[in-house]
Structure formats: C-alpha cells, structure tokens
C-alpha cells in the first residue's frame, strides 16, 4: 500500500518528537486517525470526552514535558470545540500544534455540511501560523512550519486538511520553481541582553535599599539563578500564580503568590520596596505592583512585547531568564540582609500562623482552606498539582507550600474553569512516574470535568504511577463568583445563578471503576488525604465545604469593604453565615489563634 498524506503527516510529527496527540475522532479526520492506526504505537492517541478538553490536555502537556503539545479534531464542530482549550496555550506561551479535518475540497463553498470556514475561525487564536493544505506536496512545509513557529514563538498553530486529501497518496514536492521543501528541527537558541544593558540593570539594583523580585513561568527552569540573585540583593521575592513552582516555599524570603489570590507579605512587599525585578512574568494586576514612582524597576523577559506592560521599567532585558539572571549575578554586589530582609521574613513567618488558624477556624461542615492545609505537608516528592479556577485556586494559591522538584499550574491568562483535570491527565503522559493532584470545584465539575473522568478510568492501568487524585470542593455554590458579587459589585447572592445541585461526586467515581472518599467532617479530614495518596487506583476525594469562608483578597480596600456592607444591607441569603465567616477570618489577621 503507497503512503497517504494521512501516513506522511503522521510520521513527520513523530520525526518532531511528538509521541501523544490528544483529541477526538470524525469522519473530517478518518484519514489521519487510520495513519496513527497504522503507525502501531509509535504516537499514542488519548481519546478525551470532548475537544475542549484535548485542547486543554495539549496545552499542560506543553506546559509540563516542554515539547510540542499537540490535538486533533475532525471538521465544523469538532475543530470549534477545540478554540477555548487553545486559548488557554495562546495567552499562557505554551506550543500547542492543532491539527483540524476539513470537507472535501471539490465541496467547499458549497455551504455542505459541516463546512465552516476553518482558516478565518482559527485566525485569531492561532494568528502566528494557520494554512489549509490543498495539495499532497504542501503538506511537509505546513507541518515543519506550524511546528517550528510554535516551538519557537511558544504560541499556537494550525494546520486544515480536507478529508479527500488525507488518503490520496503521498508524493514530496518536485525540485521545481513554485514549490518548497522544508526540513525538521528547532533548538532554543541562547539569548542574553547586551552588556551594556545588563551594566544598566545592574546599577539600579546595586543602588537599591528594598529589593523585591517578582517571578513567574519564564522563571521555572531558573529556581537557583533566581535564589542566587535574591540572595545577592537580599531581596524577598513574590511569586505569579504560573510561577508557584519556581521557587520552594520554605525559603523564608519566598512570599508566596501575588494578586488578588495572593498573601500579605506579598502586598507588603510591593507595596514598601525601592526597586523591582521582575522575572518571566506577565503578572496582568498593576494594582498589586509598587505606586508608580515610588520604585525603580527592572525586567527580564524572553518576549519583548511583554517588557513595561504592568509597570514602568527603567531597563527592559530581552533574554532567557536563566542564562540572564547568570549574567546579571557577577555584576550584583552582596547586600547585608538588614532589616529588610528581616521585615520580610517576620511577615512570612506570621503569614504562615495565620494561614493555619484561618485552615483551622470552624466552618459548616468543612473549611475549604483546610483541605489545601492538610494536603500540603502529605505532598508526595516530585508531585504535579493542578487547579481549577474559582475559589479553590485560592486555596491553590495561598496553603500549599511547593517543595524543590514539584511542579503546579492551571489556567492563567484564560483562567478558565473546567482545566483542571484535563490539566491532571495530561501531566500522567508528561511525566507518568509522579503522582498527580487536581483541586476542583464543584462547579468545574459539573460543567465538564466529570466526563474526563470516564478518560482516566480508561488509562490509568497504562501509568506507571497510578496515584492520581481529584479533590472536589463540594459547596453547592459558584463560590468565587458569589463573593465577587458580594465584593466587587456590592449585590447580595444571586441564587438562581449561584445555586448548583448537589452530586455525588465520588459515587461517580465509583460507577466507573474508580475510588471515591466523601468527607464532611473536618476530622475525617487528614485520613481522607493519607487514603487517596495511598490507593493504587484513581481518586475522588470529595469535601463537602463551607461556601461562605470568604477568598479575601491580601488587602482589602475601602470600596471593597463598602460594597460588601452594601450587599449586606440589600439583603444577602445567607447573610448570618456570611457576617460570620467573614468575621473569622478577617479576625484571624488581627487576634491569630483566639476563637
């Protein structure tokens, strides 16, 4: 049998190092998924429930192996099923090479069925490169090309292929005018500013009082270039949320995250420093960065349109954040750790007690903090922990203490609910030899993540470490949005938007073959955790939660506290259970550890 292009596309992924494409079949796509077929295992399909989540799968797979992350769709709503996921690579930098069916070519803007305009649909998303083969011959460039750009520009491509043209056969471009032929391969190259630059930056932080630094995804391959310089400056250093596993979390410096789900020592930092450095971090909350004029300010970023964006930075420096933060070092003078490292570290340590009172404050029946608490200390070595977004991101973000070779993430310019366990099984085919934890709502549940586990009961004898858990935090409540209601737009609770039903989570899990645990008393609590990490089969931990432990932001401003009354006074639901929360927590600032 002579090769198709289904067969050559096939095997020039797998010439690019690609050896898992996520998706989900049609018939736009038949001709490709019989070439994987064909390939006997050499590229391995993850079938997920629904194209959204490959999308998603795709993207943390680029996020946790650092290869190409790719998925496949059939024609008309199978590649729109894909858009959301592939954002979520696009405004996260991540390298995401989807590959979508089309109707057959002699049937195209005829309005057939299925037919949608694939190349204008994916142009935004997939701006830097996307093109519909036409030809058996076209087919080498568009895939070393769609591949090289998005390995270079850490960005999303895409490539349409009408479904007659997968199975005609095979033929390379003639040597002849009019055609290319188009060769495999990219190495990140080594980028480091100019000397000159680097003098620049060095001068400003040599002649600081009150270094901070900022840190985020750039910086993850960079943890000891980054504790070297903060080190050097006797700087404390905040982290971005796609930037937690950067730095370990019992350095007593490290301040934990930034932003609205961010700590205190972090605002305080910000807040009280002379001079900023910020590290691979497109932090987007100004707001949370030094008043303008009141720091100078130094930036390092691979991107160059990402330099000066969230504040204005006195020296932008365009390179790896690695090999310039190696740069910077011998041109840094050793600062005394004086009292601004001191201040740092009583405000870490305080921030810290505090965080374990508020985890232990009572709540009906569990308080969600607690859960992320005592999950923290049983981390396993080398863990990868995802988050959804909402409130558990919260929790995500401020109670666990990130350890040396772990790795975390979720969805972060999209912040897009329902990542979390795709994220989760992803990171089973980046890393199969390390345990996974996902931190769900019951709202990310519900909306898609539930299907996904029908995906891990149907590989997960395939892992070599079979420990992957869901925590679901049950609270029958669009929690983080309920607050932002109360908070940010001073209105009660609305429950006909807020209000989810309740589902037993772990009795689904137990439906199709994996392991459920239900807790609703916080004692249950810490044997709950050491049951889940301890199974050799998948987990859904659910925890019914308190919906009205409120995710207070590190610094609550005068509005904000004025909305919330106003929410109040409209007349809140629950307004007894809010009042008292609410007291708890904003208490355990002021007076830790009293009742």
């Not at 935004?124 to 080498?140: H, L, M, N």
């Not at 005018?177 to 060769?183: A, E, I, P, V």
């Not at 908070?487 to 073959?513: C, M, T, W």
Request: proline fraction near 6%.
């Amino acid at each position: 049998m002579s090769q198709t292009v289904g067969d050559f596309l096939v095997q020039r992924l797998h010439r690019w190092d690609v050896r898992h494409i996520f998706g989900y079949p049609g018939d736009g796509i038949n001709g490709v998924f019989g070439a994987l077929n064909r390939t006997e295992g050499k590229i391995q399909f993850v079938q997920a429930r629904h194209e959204e989540m490959a999308a998603f799968m795709a993207s943390a797979y680029a996020k946790f192996s650092g290869k190409l992350g790719v998925c496949i769709a059939t024609s008309g709503p199978g590649a729109s099923h894909l858009i959301t996921g592939l954002y979520d690579a696009l405004l996260d930098h991540q390298p995401v090479l989807a590959i979508v069916g089309q109707q057959a070519r002699n049937a195209l803007g005829g309005q057939y069925q299925q037919e949608l305009d694939l190349v204008s649909m994916f142009k935004d998303v997939a701006s830097a490169y996307v093109a519909q083969a036409s030809s058996p011959a076209q087919v080498r460039h568009l895939i070393d090309r769609a591949a090289r750009i998005a390995l270079a520009k850490r960005t999303v491509t895409a490539i349409v292929v009408p479904n007659d043209l997968q199975d005609e056969p095979y033929q390379d471009p003639p040597h002849a005018h009019g055609t290319l032929r188009s060769g495999i391969g990219y190495t990140a190259p080594k980028i480091v500013p100019h000397d000159a630059d680097l003098d620049r930056a060095a001068e400003i932080l040599n002649s600081g009082k009150k270094v901070a630094m900022l840190v985020g995804a750039g910086a993850l391959g960079a943890t000891d270039e980054v504790i070297a310089v903060a080190d050097r400056l006797a700087a404390g250093c905040a982290k971005a949320l796609l930037g937690k596993a950067a730095l370990p979390d019992d350095l007593p410096w490290v301040t934990g995250s930034i932003g609205l789900l961010g700590t205190e020592p972090s605002y305080n930092l910000m807040m009280e420093c002379d001079t900023l450095l910020m590290v691979g971090s497109a932090f987007p909350y100004s707001e949370f960065l030094p008043v303008e004029g009141k720091a100078r300010g130094i930036q390092i970023d691979i991107d160059a349109s990402m330099l000066s964006m969230r504040f204005p930075m006195e020296v932008g420096l365009v390179g790896d954040a690695q090999e310039t933060l190696r740069a910077l070092l011998p041109r840094l003078r050793q600062k005394t750790a004086g009292e601004w490292r001191k201040t740092i570290e009583d405000n870490v340590r305080h921030w810290w007690k505090t965080l374990e009172h508020r985890a232990r404050q009572p709540a009906k029946p569990i308080n969600p903090q607690r859960v992320t608490w005592e999950l923290s200390p049983r981390l396993p070595e080398r863990a990868v922990i995802t988050s959804d977004s909402g409130s558990c991101a919260n929790w995500y973000a401020r109670d666990l203490k990130m350890r040396r070779g772990m790795k975390a993430s979720l969805s972060g310019g999209l912040a897009s609910m329902g990542a979390a366990v795709p994220y989760a099984i992803a990171a089973k085919y980046a890393h199969p030899d390390r345990p996974v934890i996902a931190l769900v709502g019951d709202g990310a549940m519900q909306m898609n993540n539930m299907a996904e586990l029908i995906t891990v009961a149907k590989y997960w004898r395939e892992w070599r470490d079979q420990r992957w858990i869901v925590c679901v935090f049950n609270n029958e409540d669009l929690n983080q949005v309920t607050w932002e209601q109360r908070i940010i737009n001073g209105d009660p609770k609305f429950e006909a938007s807020q209000n989810i039903p309740n589902v037993a989570y772990h009795r689904f899990a137990e439906l199709i073959g994996l392991r459920g645990i239900y807790v609703d008393d916080p004692k249950q609590l810490e044997a709950a955790w050491d049951q889940a990490l301890a199974s050799d089969t998948p987990v859904v931990l659910e925890v019914k939660t308190d919906p009205e432990v409120p995710p207070l932001p590190p610094h609550i401003t005068l509005q904000q506290a004025k909305n919330f009354m106003v929410a109040l006074a409209k007349g809140d639901p629950n307004e007894a259970g809010v009042i008292g929360g609410t007291a708890r927590q904003v208490l355990e600032t002021a007076l830790p550890g009293k009742d």
